[in-house]
């Protein structure tokens, strides 16, 4: 039976969207070369929401547990939601004097209590 390269696409964790290819170490069966999965490409973001996240200071919604089974850590007990909203850095600094950067992690109940469920995250929910 032939043998062919697994390639699959990457998907964007804070978008969605395919961003990019992987290739599998495995080859598989050429009979299913074009079934092609949907995989976790790491935390970087595309470039679409690169161009987003640069216009201020964002806010990422995670957790300190996976938010499904297998998902791996950001950084040690961080495991992004794949929600984030971008603000004003000013404003970013008034609330939060302490986060170095332009970026910082909430929970998800803060981001409730921030009112930011009711604005439109950039991975459309």
Excluded: H
């Excluded at 069966?29 to 964002?58: A, H, I, L, R």
């Excluded at 957790?63 to 007990?77: I, L, T, V």
């Excluded at 970013?92 to 469920?117: H, Q, S, W």
């Amino acid at each position: 039976m032939d043998k062919c390269m697994d390639v699959n696409m990457t998907v964007c964790a804070w978008c969605g969207e395919a961003n990019g290819i992987a290739i599998g170490k495995k080859l598989v069966d050429c009979k299913n070369k074009w079934d092609t999965k949907m995989v976790f490409g790491g935390y970087e973001p595309c470039s679409t929401c690169q161009e987003y996240m640069d216009q201020g200071f964002v806010l990422m919604e995670a957790n300190d547990y996976p938010n499904q089974e297998g998902q791996p850590e950001m950084q040690d007990g961080v495991y992004p939601t794949g929600r984030y909203w971008v603000i004003d850095r000013e404003a970013a600094k008034r609330a939060f004097p302490t986060a170095p950067g332009d970026k910082c992690f909430i929970d998800p109940e803060v981001a409730e209590k921030m009112g930011l469920n009711n604005m439109e995250s950039r991975d459309g929910n």
